[in-house]
């Protein structure tokens, strides 16, 4: 069984910026791609970035190029999602996944945090 646990949201100004982690657990984290995706109030749920095993590729949306940057700890079992530059449409309930790396780039996990919410005030 995979868990995984968002952490490092919160209220955040225009302009600001917040680091979301995911602290992965369960099964081989190393080999593992993952992914970061939200759903705004009312909107379906939106890939935002995945990142393969070795963090040697990284496939973003475009409304989050340039402005959020994914990373990972394999000895930590973490992901990271740097975000800058918010606006208040980066305001939305923001979920960790794991599976595979050509299935999460589609939008679509094989298993997902419990999510972790941001939301910016203008």
């Known amino acids: 069984q995979v868990q995984l646990v968002e952490s490092g949201g919160g209220l955040v100004q225009a302009g600001g910026s917040l680091t979301l982690s995911c602290a992965a657990s369960g099964r081989t984290f190393s080999s593992a791609a993952m992914g970061w995706f939200r759903q705004a109030p009312g909107r379906k749920r939106e890939f935002v970035v995945a990142?393969?095993?070795?963090?040697?590729?990284?496939y973003y949306a475009d409304s989050v190029k340039g402005r959020f940057t994914t990373s990972r700890d394999n000895a930590k079992n973490t992901v990271y999602l740097k975000m800058n530059s918010l606006t208040p449409d980066d305001t939305a309930v923001y979920y960790c996944a794991t599976g595979p790396y050509g299935t999460i780039v589609t939008g679509a996990a094989s298993y997902w945090g419990q999510g972790t919410q941001v939301t910016v005030s203008s």
């Open positions: 990142i393969n095993w070795s963090g040697s590729s990284t």
